[in-house]
Structures are given as structure tokens and as C-alpha cells.
């Protein structure tokens, strides 16, 4: 899951701002960071690994707009 990070100037769905890096996965994916807001497009998908000391319950008819879980910047 290597990639390599360029910026395209693509903006931010968030700020807008064209600072943004995009990731070119060899999968065939690609993945935008913005450094100047902290938007990540793997967001969901990252804070649906994550649970707080596994005390979080999920069940079928729990809200989508619950608590945003933290998510930590992984560095090489």
C-alpha cells in the first residue's frame, strides 16, 4: 500500500485551499489530504477501524452523525 503523494492543486472539498496532496495507490485508488484544514478523503474509512477501548457499540439503527473519532497522522 505504498503511494506516492503529489500536489495536483486539486481543491478542497472543505477549504477550498490548493495546498491538498493527492496519494496514487498502485490498486488503481486515489486519496486527497489537505494540510491547511486537516480534510482526509480515507476519513470514514479510517475511523470505522478505530473504536475507543472497543466501547463503542454499533447497531443497525445507530445515527450517522454520532462523536467523530480521532484519528492520529501516521508518519513514515
Known amino acids: 500500500m505504498d ?6 492543486r ?3 472539498p472543505r477549504c477550498a485551499s490548493e495546498r491538498t496532496v493527492s496519494f496514487h495507490y498502485l490498486e488503481g485508488f486515489v486519496e486527497l489530504e489537505c494540510p ?3 480534510y482526509r ?3 470514514e474509512e479510517l475511523g470505522a477501524l478505530t473504536r475507543f ?5 454499533e ?3 445507530a445515527k450517522q452523525d454520532t462523536l467523530p ?6 508518519k513514515a
Open 41 to 43: 478523503s480515507d476519513a
Open 10 to 12: 486539486v481543491p478542497c
Open 3 to 8: 503511494a506516492e503523494g503529489f500536489n495536483e
Open 69 to 74: 473519532i480521532p484519528i492520529r497522522a501516521m
Open 59 to 61: 447497531r443497525e439503527d
Open 53 to 57: 477501548q472497543s466501547g463503542l457499540l
Open 36 to 38: 491547511d484544514c486537516g
